[in-house]
């Protein structure tokens, strides 16, 4: 679109299909270019490629269309949240979820055993737990959904109570996506998303973001950008905003289908448990369907059978890939607990359920021949 702003009025499926292209002119194309240049002629704000890149701006006016503020994208989602722990005072206090993605538990586990800073773990489905650790504290970084067992966190009250302490929020936005809920508009401080997931879409990147709207802290952390030396990839970005184009119907969906299997899957004798935030039956599904618009397409569930058997029936599938990772089109299911890394306090047979775009049926059929494969009964 040719003005910043003519965007704020579209919906999401509008927005990214047309943010992020370049000036329209004669024979100019569709496309922003993939912008391979280490250097540049003098003269410009710029002038050296650690600080800034073509491709790069196209895909974070596009990240910052969907999430609001400005946008800075990082090498990976990890680089993303390391860029923000780089800027905070040495030992300062980091509130941050103990069931959370494992990279970041074990980045802030080490952290916090090497004395640089001082972590709080807490559970976020416990709100209590989580105000209680807040005062004192410099920021709070969660996640909700929670990966992987899919707890919601009620973010509007976390949030103002942070707000209210004075404590930064940065809000880990890859699961539940912009579509379903909006971190900067509840209040939080940062939005942060591992770009490798959903707005990317296709398993081939990885890339991360952070979006704010606060002008300081956008300096501070373009800062740790350039000088931290974590930036992407021309081509990187250039993929992640290709498939930012289909984000809003690969969502859509995603999510139906997760919903639709969801359902099936805790109809099904053969499996004890079921965590999906859009199950009427989920604990958290009111909490959910307070704030959040949709329910993201990850699901979590436990198969009843000893763990080699539920190894099995991941690896026998043939539709469904047995990988880790997630928010791609194609459908990847894993059991978490087969990482080392990951929290003992995640049930030994539980398989976290990335649904992909696939025809439901399938996919059902599909999982109903892997139960069988393993002999789970
Ligand atoms: C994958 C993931 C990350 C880390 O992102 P990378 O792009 O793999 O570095 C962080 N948070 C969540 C919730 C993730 O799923």
Aim: glycine letters at 8%; charged letters at 20%.
């Amino acid at each position: 679109m040719s003005n910043d702003n003519d965007w704020e009025k579209l919906t999401t499926e509008s927005k990214v299909v047309s943010v992020g292209r370049p000036v329209k002119k004669p024979d100019g194309g569709l496309n922003p270019p993939i912008a391979l240049n280490s250097t540049f002629h003098t003269g410009g704000p710029i002038g050296y490629a650690r600080s800034g890149n073509e491709t790069w701006s196209a895909l974070e006016d596009a990240i910052s269309s969907l999430e609001g503020g400005k946008t800075l994208i990082f090498s990976s989602g990890m680089a993303a949240i390391g860029a923000i722990l780089s800027i905070l005072p040495s030992k300062a206090i980091i509130v941050a979820a103990k069931n959370g993605y494992q990279g970041t538990t074990t980045l802030l586990k080490n952290l916090h055993d090497n004395g640089k800073l001082t972590v709080r773990f807490v559970d976020v489905a416990n709100t209590k737990e989580v105000l209680a650790a807040i005062p004192g504290a410099k920021i709070v970084h969660l996640e909700s959904p929670v990966n992987p067992l899919l707890d919601v966190a009620d973010l509007p009250q976390l949030i103002k109570f942070a707000k209210d302490s004075s404590c930064l929020v940065s809000i880990d936005n890859t699961f539940a996506t912009p579509m379903n809920q909006n971190p900067l508009a509840m209040g939080a401080d940062i939005c942060m998303h591992s770009v490798t997931k959903y707005l990317s879409g296709h398993s081939d990147v990885l890339l991360g973001s952070l979006s704010t709207k606060d002008s300081e802290l956008y300096s501070s952390l373009e800062q740790a950008r350039k000088y931290g030396g974590a930036i992407a990839g021309p081509f990187e970005a250039w993929l992640a905003l290709r498939g930012i184009r289909t984000f809003a119907i690969r969502m859509q969906r995603s999510q139906e289908n997760a919903l639709e299997l969801a359902k099936r899957l805790a109809n099904d004798p053969r499996v004890s448990k079921v965590r999906y935030p859009g199950l009427a039956s989920d604990p958290n599904h009111e909490l959910a369907k307070s704030f959040m618009k949709g329910f993201g397409a990850m699901i979590s569930f436990e198969p009843i059978g000893t763990p080699d058997q539920v190894d099995l029936m991941c690896d026998s599938a043939k539709l469904i890939t047995n990988a880790t990772s997630l928010g791609g089109v194609e459908s990847i299911w894993e059991r978490r607990r087969r990482w080392a890394t990951e929290s003992e306090t995640i049930p030994e047979n539980l398989v976290r359920f990335s649904v992909g775009i696939e025809n439901v049926d399938d996919l059902w059929s599909d999982i109903k021949s892997a139960f069988d494969a393993a002999k789970i009964s």
